[in-house]
């Protein structure tokens, strides 16, 4: 069974950074973030596969960066030039069969980590 352990939330000025953390254990996957804000619906965020290429959407590029350890099957997400407009409730996910930009296309998920940048 795969479970998803993420941490690393919190309030931040606008301009500021955060890392996010996802454990998973249960196996070794692809991996992404998506984030939920009030009223909208869950987007695609950035993804890692296992060997390392990722993918972001175009708002983050540049200031976020996803990468994965590996040996402690843990992923991180630097979150840098953090502005309002990212404010969400950030999810980690493992195992896409699909377009892994679609949250639909996710086999797991972690439990959510807020994420509030002020201006």
């Known amino acids: 069974q795969v479970q998803l352990v993420g941490s690393g939330g919190g309030l931040v000025q606008a301009g500021g950074s955060l890392r996010l953390s996802c454990a998973a254990s249960g196996g070794r996957y692809p991996m992404g973030w998506f984030r939920q804000a009030p009223g909208k619906e869950r987007e695609f965020v950035a993804a890692i596969n296992t060997s390392g290429p990722t993918f972001y959407m175009d708002s983050v590029k540049g200031r976020f960066t996803i990468s994965r350890d590996n040996a402690k099957n843990t992923v991180f997400f630097q979150m840098n030039s953090l502005k309002p407009e990212d404010t969400a409730l950030y999810y980690c996910?493992?195992?896409?069969?699909?377009?892994?930009?679609?949250?639909?296309?996710?086999?797991?998920w972690g439990q959510g980590t807020q994420v509030t940048v002020s201006s």
């Open positions: 996910a493992a195992d896409p069969d699909g377009d892994f930009r679609d949250f639909r296309a996710w086999a797991y």
